[in-house]
């Protein structure tokens, strides 16, 4: 069973807050009755925002398609049967648990004033900060194919890193960079195509000013930063350390 279900045309608009990430009642209740019947069932989502999945376990597979357009149906069709590669990645994390997400609700007090008080830890950021792993951490997804890393390093500015398709089928992959502190935040990321088989060295430049913190101005660590190069924000991956004084100023 193919099932496409998310956004109604009053399920998702700016006009309104929404009350929780839940899919629409009649929707769930579909995928209830639909995979009770036959566990063989790939869940389509169309929505453009973090939305609660717990169904999914329930599924064969599920795909999220954020907004996809107009090309819509031959896309899904060419993912389907294997012709193209799902090779996008996640630009939000999807909470396991509604209250897990940052400023879930916020109105203002009485006085019309509304308080930040998630402060720079908002999405991602404040699920790791809390100590909490999300279904889908920013970043996460999976294609047809499978990659080996190694040889990671930081170099003239930027993190390299070799990539290998150790898989049957080309495809692409997703090479991501974050930093913990004072919070994680991705500082950078590049996408590379490979036949199976083939390898590459991966560069990323990485810009100093990701790296600053304001403090009255914008301030950059003097001792050495613990990067990760990672799959996901939540994935251990390589641990390396880079000097600030050889990042590069080239804007943001």
Not at 113 to 128: C, D, H, N, S, V
């Amino acid at each position: 069973v193919v099932l496409v279900v998310g956004e109604t045309s009053d399920s998702s608009v700016e006009s309104k807050d929404r009350a929780d990430t839940l899919l629409p009642a009649g929707q769930i209740e579909l995928i209830e009755r639909i995979t009770a019947a036959n566990p063989r069932t790939a869940i389509i989502t169309n929505v453009g925002h973090a939305y609660d999945c717990s169904w999914e376990d329930r599924a064969a597979a599920h795909l999220a398609c954020w907004y996809p357009g107009e090309g819509f149906a031959a896309a899904l069709a060419a993912v389907l049967a294997g012709d193209c590669e799902p090779s996008g990645r996640l630009p939000v994390s999807i909470a396991r648990r509604e209250e897990d997400y940052p400023a879930l609700a916020l109105a203002p007090d009485a006085d019309g004033r509304l308080a930040y008080a998630e402060g720079t830890r908002p999405g991602y950021r404040g699920i790791i900060a809390a100590g909490k792993s999300a279904r889908h951490p920013l970043g996460s997804g999976l294609g047809y194919a499978s990659f080996d890393w190694s040889g990671a390093v930081f170099e003239g500015g930027a993190v390299a890193i070799n990539v290998r398709n150790t898989g049957a089928r080309a495809g692409r992959e997703t090479v991501q960079v974050y930093r913990d502190a004072p919070e994680t935040a991705l500082v950078g990321f590049a996408t590379i195509r490979l036949e199976p088989g083939e390898s590459a060295r991966v560069q990323i430049p990485l810009p100093r000013r990701r790296f600053m913190t304001w403090k009255g101005q914008w301030d950059l660590p003097r001792a050495p930063i613990p990067i990760r190069i990672a799959r996901h924000a939540e994935d251990a991956g390589f641990a390396i350390v880079l000097d600030p004084a050889k990042l590069k100023d080239t804007g943001l």
